[in-house]
C-alpha cells in the first residue's frame, strides 16, 4: 500500500518526530509507515485523516 | 533495550513491566538455584515454587507489555521478538536434547531450569535485531 504521508507531513512543515508526538506513537512507527514497511490499522489511519484533515482515500492508496 | 515511546503512558508502561520483569529474573535464578542446594523438604519445594511463579510472572509482565501498548507498530515488533525467541529458544533446546540423548559423552547435561534464561538471553538478541531493521534514518 501506498502513502503520501511524507509530502503530507513536508506541506504542513513537520518532523517525523512531530508527526510522531500528535499520533501518539514513537518515530520508528511513522518512519515505518513513510517508507512502506509498516501498513498502518483502521484505527491509526483514521487518526491520520483525521489529523490531516483528508478523507483516507488521498493519504493511502493501493496501487 | 530502549524502545523511543513518545507516548508518557506507554513509556511508563513499558518501565513498570521491565521492572517487573527484572525482579522475576532475579528471583527465578536465586531460587532455582536455591532449590537445586535444598533437595528435601518443604524449603526446597517453596523455593520451587517461587521460582516457577517468578517465571510465571516474567510471561504475564511480557505479555501485559505486548497486549497493552499503544504505540501499534512497536507492539508488532515486540510480538515478532517474542515468537522468534520462543521458536529459537525450542530449536535450540529440542536439539540439545536429542544430542544429548543420542550422544551423551558429547554435550553437557542441560538441566531444565536454564531454559527460561536461555529465553530471556534470546529474546534481548532477538528484540536487538528485529528492533535494528527498523531504525528509522535521518531525515
Known sequence: MNNRLRVLRAERKWSQADLAQRLEVSRQSVNAIETGKYDPSLRLAFKLAKLFELPLEQIFSDH | ?139
Open chain 2, 1 to 139: 533495550m530502549c524502545l523511543p515511546i513518545r507516548n508518557a503512558a506507554d513509556r511508563r508502561f513499558r518501565c513498570q513491566c521491565q521492572i517487573a520483569t527484572g525482579i522475576s529474573l532475579i528471583l527465578y535464578v536465586a531460587c532455582s538455584q536455591a532449590s537445586i542446594r535444598i533437595h528435601n523438604g518443604p524449603a526446597g519445594l517453596t523455593m520451587a515454587g517461587i521460582a516457577g511463579a517468578s517465571f510465571f510472572a516474567e510471561l504475564v509482565s511480557v505479555g501485559l507489555l505486548v497486549t497493552r501498548l499503544r504505540d501499534e507498530f512497536q507492539r508488532v515488533l515486540l510480538t515478532r521478538s517474542f515468537v522468534w525467541a520462543t521458536l529459537i529458544t525450542m530449536a535450540l533446546t529440542t536439539i540439545w536434547g536429542f544430542v544429548e540423548l543420542h550422544a551423551p559423552r558429547t554435550v553437557p547435561h542441560l538441566n531444565v531450569i536454564w531454559i527460561p534464561m536461555i529465553l530471556v538471553v534470546v529474546t534481548a538478541g532477538a528484540k536487538l535485531f528485529i528492533f535494528r531493521q527498523y531504525r528509522p534514518e535521518n531525515e
